[in-house]
């Protein structure tokens, strides 16, 4: 930053001589700002040794991506468009299924704009993995609130869930501790189960999210009943986790801080995550819509509207949603959101640095 501060003016100015005396001044000045409210300093001060071990695992995983684009031999050409059917183009679609399928360790991988959100593709893969007298086995309890009608758990009104197109549904409730049942699971599978589901990020859910050795653990258990049943796993908010990205920082500083003040947070400061969603149980209507509002006024985009709760399509419950550009299809950005219900949890997610988080709290903590 201070290099950055300290480059020549483009167009040389009368006199060059300020331009030391300039630097000496941003360092000293830089020494004195203080951009976060004192609680949230103090929080981030307290975790500098977890955002040094995220750093080695942020470099981690940027050299894993970083093989897989190489591996696919991406080039400039990719980024060019293409018309009509696009078969046997420049290849970009190809190359960026690649990149993806060695970087998720698949495989094989299908990305395409055309799926407008997580809801549309699990949509797409069940009603391709279904059919008509199966059963699809959830087993780590509720689904996220959008696959219900998708499932027919909740009345689709006709427009053709897979419960209307006969497709049976069945779920196996979360352990005491909030985790699988593996007992349960041992003996779960049904000759017509076709299909398990496994949600690896809460949704809207009070639980803790489940970790890839579980989910492998979980796997393992369904093929050793039926070999031949399918295993999807909802990896939404899980992308890069157990070599976490640098958001997820951010979420450690909503705990640490929130948890300071009193409400219960899921999960609890400083234990090992295996998603990027930090949930806070604000207890009441007043304070989760204020905490939305708060990130609202905060978001790079639109900060100056104000979220509403409302009817969402999808959502049985009313919903409220901060998000600067995540509903338009930034899902990594800076966002919150929650259901209108007990215990008024609002989930945290995303942002480009923790330190987005970090001055955003402050305007939290002013508004709750
Ligand atoms: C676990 C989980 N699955 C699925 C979804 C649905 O994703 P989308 O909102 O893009 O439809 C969400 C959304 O937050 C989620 O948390």
């Given at each position: 930053?201070?290099?950055?501060?300290?480059?020549?003016?483009?167009?040389?100015?009368?006199?060059?001589?300020?331009?030391?005396?300039?630097?000496?001044?941003?360092?000293?000045?830089?020494?004195?700002?203080?951009?976060?409210?004192?609680?949230?300093?103090?929080?981030?001060?307290?975790?500098?040794?977890?955002?040094?071990?995220?750093?080695?695992?942020?470099?981690?995983?940027?050299?894993?991506?970083?093989?897989?684009?190489?591996?696919?031999?991406?080039?400039?050409?990719?980024?060019?468009?293409?018309?009509?059917?696009?078969?046997?183009?420049?290849?970009?679609?190809?190359?960026?299924?690649?990149?993806?399928?060695?970087?998720?360790?698949?495989?094989?991988?299908?990305?395409?704009?055309?799926?407008?959100?997580?809801?549309?593709?699990?949509?797409?893969?069940?009603?391709?993995?279904?059919?008509?007298?199966?059963?699809?086995?959830?087993?780590?309890?509720?689904?996220?609130?959008?696959?219900?009608?998708?499932?027919?758990?909740?009345?689709?009104?006709?427009?053709?869930?897979?419960?209307?197109?006969?497709?049976?549904?069945?779920?196996?409730?979360?352990?005491?501790?909030?985790?699988?049942?593996?007992?349960?699971?041992?003996?779960?599978?049904?000759?017509?189960?076709?299909?398990?589901?496994?949600?690896?990020?809460?949704?809207?859910?009070?639980?803790?999210?489940?970790?890839?050795?579980?989910?492998?653990?979980?796997?393992?258990?369904?093929?050793?009943?039926?070999?031949?049943?399918?295993?999807?796993?909802?990896?939404?908010?899980?992308?890069f986790v157990e070599s976490i990205e640098p958001p997820m920082v951010g979420t450690f500083l909503v705990a640490e801080v929130m948890a300071s003040k009193g409400y219960k947070v899921q999960p609890l400061p400083r234990v090992p995550r295996s998603d990027t969603v930090q949930a806070v149980q604000l207890g009441s209507r007043e304070l989760l819509l204020a905490?939305?509002?708060?990130?609202?006024r905060s978001s790079p985009v639109g900060s100056f509207t104000k979220p509403v709760a409302g009817t969402t399509p999808g959502y049985a419950s009313e919903v409220i949603f901060a998000d600067g550009t995540f509903i338009d299809g930034s899902t990594s950005e800076l966002s919150c959101d929650g259901p209108l219900r007990e215990p008024y949890a609002v989930f945290?997610?995303?942002?480009?640095?923790?330190?987005?988080?970090?001055?955003?709290?402050?305007?939290?903590?002013?508004?709750?």
């Amino acid at each position: 930053m201070l290099v950055l501060s300290c480059a020549r003016p483009v167009y040389p100015t009368l006199s060059l001589s300020p331009s030391r005396p300039k630097c000496t001044a941003i360092r000293s000045s830089l020494s004195n700002v203080h951009p976060f409210v004192p609680e949230v300093a103090k929080a981030a001060d307290s975790l500098s040794s977890e955002f040094r071990g995220v750093d080695n695992l942020v470099a981690c995983n940027s050299s894993r991506v970083l093989k897989a684009f190489q591996n696919a031999r991406v080039g400039s050409h990719h980024f060019a468009g293409c018309t009509g059917y696009g078969l046997d183009e420049a290849g970009g679609r190809e190359a960026l299924d690649q990149a993806f399928a060695e970087i998720v360790g698949a495989e094989s991988a299908i990305v395409r704009s055309q799926f407008f959100s997580g809801t549309h593709a699990i949509t797409c893969a069940l009603f391709a993995f279904l059919r008509p007298g199966d059963e699809l086995l959830a087993v780590a309890g509720a689904p996220y609130d959008t696959l219900e009608e998708v499932i027919g758990k909740r009345d689709s009104h006709g427009l053709g869930s897979l419960k209307d197109f006969g497709v049976m549904y069945r779920e196996l409730p979360l352990a005491e501790d909030g985790g699988l049942d593996w007992d349960v699971l041992t003996s779960a599978l049904r000759p017509y189960t076709k299909c398990a589901l496994i949600q690896r990020s809460c949704g809207y859910s009070w639980r803790r999210s489940l970790s890839v050795e579980e989910i492998g653990r979980a796997i393992k258990i369904i093929k050793m009943q039926n070999p031949n049943c399918l295993v999807m796993v909802d990896n939404c908010y899980g992308e890069f986790v157990e070599s976490i990205e640098p958001p997820m920082v951010g979420t450690f500083l909503v705990a640490e801080v929130m948890a300071s003040k009193g409400y219960k947070v899921q999960p609890l400061p400083r234990v090992p995550r295996s998603d990027t969603v930090q949930a806070v149980q604000l207890g009441s209507r007043e304070l989760l819509l204020a905490f939305c509002e708060a990130v609202q006024r905060s978001s790079p985009v639109g900060s100056f509207t104000k979220p509403v709760a409302g009817t969402t399509p999808g959502y049985a419950s009313e919903v409220i949603f901060a998000d600067g550009t995540f509903i338009d299809g930034s899902t990594s950005e800076l966002s919150c959101d929650g259901p209108l219900r007990e215990p008024y949890a609002v989930f945290c997610q995303g942002g480009t640095h923790w330190t987005q988080w970090g001055l955003v709290l402050g305007d939290v903590l002013k508004s709750l």
